[in-house]
């Protein structure tokens, strides 16, 4: 019987693990994993790509546990928790690129992405082309080099929020060969990765899966047996791991993820809608309002909203000026990260870095992440802090 996503969340990520009757999968630790005799430690190599443990570095009952409920979450085959979002965006460009190939990434992808391509990836002889987030298929193929061998993408892009037609670019880039990456952690559920073309997913865990600001977390998640094994392998020789403390933390998160998120769409809409009709306010992005560019592909491809969203003020009004406006609010932290339960506020032009546009829209922005408050106390404080602007 196939049951619906809420019911699936109670149940996933339960089975297999010894629990003797207790609802949750224990806390397992370990380096060291011991075997009855040589023969059946010899043999048990070959599984080790299989949830069968070899040595602590391979994961234990608790990550397998957590790797099927995020595999099922992404709709996917199989997924590789590792210790951060970063780590999670790093692995699959390293597995898949070697010296002499070609990566494209959107101009609007998140900073730490852009850094690793520039630096590192560059350096063992990687290069990589950052392409306008918002390109067409016909675009895209373009862009694909006979040694293009990733098309990294994002959608909404990070701070600027541009959704990504991504099954057009997937259909260009598979057409001559090249992978689809995809950051996934503003569309986690809400966007089924490889119903639209994706072959490696990549999540954040640490936003709305924690959900509590209290733990660090990443996914990558495949498709197929092929690509599992270029990605298992690559997590290996990279030494990644996670700690299965912080696992049993995101696995305990993820049981109350839909209810976060239904109430954090709703409040994200709600409180975008308001920031519109604010005077200090030029436009806000935000795919869920039909004022946004990219609306259409959102409402198409997307069966939801989270509650992370850009404002672009004035362009009578200066960055200190926004920072007179977040500096007095109340109720926002001024911080980093996003999908926890309480709400932010970031200043983020200094922070936006473009090399295939100009990345302008016209006045200063902010980043608002709305939390689990309820949203006429954000109002108040918000108003408050806006007034404050001059
Ligand atoms: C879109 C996106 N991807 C990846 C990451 C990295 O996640 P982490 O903070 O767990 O390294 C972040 C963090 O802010 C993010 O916003």
Redesign the pocket.
């Known amino acids: 019987m196939s049951h619906k996503y809420e019911t699936r969340l109670s149940h996933m990520g339960r089975a297999g693990t010894h629990v003797h009757g207790f609802v949750n999968p224990g806390v397992h630790r370990g380096s060291t994993v011991l075997f009855p005799d040589c023969e059946t430690r010899r043999d048990g190599a070959a599984k080790r790509m299989d949830q069968y443990m070899t040595y602590g570095t391979q994961g234990g009952p608790t990550h397998y546990a957590f790797e099927d409920a995020i595999a099922e979450v992404e709709g996917g085959k199989r997924a590789m928790i590792v210790g951060?979002?970063?780590?999670?965006?790093v692995v699959p460009l390293l597995a898949y690129l070697k010296a002499g190939d070609h990566c494209l990434m959107p101009d609007s992808v998140?900073g730490?992405a852009r850094n690793i391509a520039n630096t590192m990836m560059a350096g063992w002889g990687i290069e990589t082309t950052f392409y306008d987030p918002c390109v067409d298929e016909a675009g895209m193929a373009a862009l694909i080099r006979p040694n293009t061998r990733v098309v990294y993408t994002?959608s909404p892009g990070?701070h600027t929020f541009e959704m990504q037609d991504i099954p057009a670019i997937a259909r260009a880039a598979h057409a001559r060969g090249a992978k689809v990456l995809m950051?996934n952690?503003?569309g986690i559920r809400i966007f089924q990765p490889f119903q639209h073309g994706v072959d490696v997913s990549?999540q954040?865990l640490?936003?709305y899966v924690g959900g509590h600001s209290d733990i660090?977390?990443?996914s990558v998640t495949v498709n197929t047996d092929e690509d599992w094994q270029i990605i298992r392998g690559a997590g290996s020789l990279l030494g990644q791991f996670a700690s299965p403390d912080d696992v049993w933390l995101a696995l305990r998160g993820l049981r109350t993820m839909s209810v976060r998120m239904k109430h954090q769409e709703k409040s994200g809409i709600e409180m975008a809608e308001w920031f519109a009709q604010q005077p200090q306010v030029k436009q806000v992005l935000h795919p869920a309002l039909p004022s946004h560019p990219g609306h259409a592909i959102w409402k198409r491809d997307f069966t939801g909203a989270t509650s992370l969203f850009g404002v672009v003020f004035q362009p009578r009004y200066t960055q200190e000026d926004v920072f007179r406006f977040i500096n007095a609010l109340a109720l926002f932290g001024i911080g980093?990260?996003?999908g926890g339960y309480e709400s932010l506020a970031l200043p983020t032009t200094g922070f936006i870095t473009r090399t295939a546009g100009t990345g302008d829209f016209g006045g200063p922005m902010a980043r608002i992440h709305i939390g689990l408050e309820d949203v006429s106390d954000l109002k108040a404080d918000l108003a408050q802090g806006l007034a404050k602007m001059g």
Do not use: F, M, Q, R
């Open positions: 951060t979002g970063l780590a999670a965006v998140y730490p994002e990070s950051d952690t503003w990549i954040a640490t936003k660090l977390l990443g980093a990260s996003w």
